[in-house]
């Protein structure tokens, strides 16, 4: 089985929108958790072991521009959130927190794939 890398590989050029590497970021963590999910506990590991590199990552670059969202959230903050719930799955303590986690990236993955300018209720 070959294992996903989870950051982009220098040689694969850039898309030409940081938002449409955030998403396969996102896409990539999603992966890696539906994987955690239906694994064995080695493998499991393994996997959020993958989601944390890349929270980890993302975490690091949103604290490197130094400001909140638009909207005033901190991304930082709740990757660093999701990391320690993570650390909570990845201690053996159940599913839950891979769910959750699972829940906020999708929820932030449809919030950066929709229009500028057009809010959540919009539909």
Known sequence: MTAIHPLPHPSVPESPSGRDTLVR??????????????SAPDQQKESISTVVKILNHLKEATEKTGSPEDDGT???????????????????LGIDPINEVSWLLRNLRDFSTRPKGRSPVDG
Request: charged share 15%; net charge negative; no cysteine.
């Open 74 to 92: 901190d991304l930082s903050a709740l990757y660093a959130y999701m990391i320690d719930r993570l650390s909570i799955s990845h201690s053996g």
């Open 25 to 38: 970021m996102y896409d990539g963590a999603m992966t890696h958790l539906a994987s955690a999910r239906q």
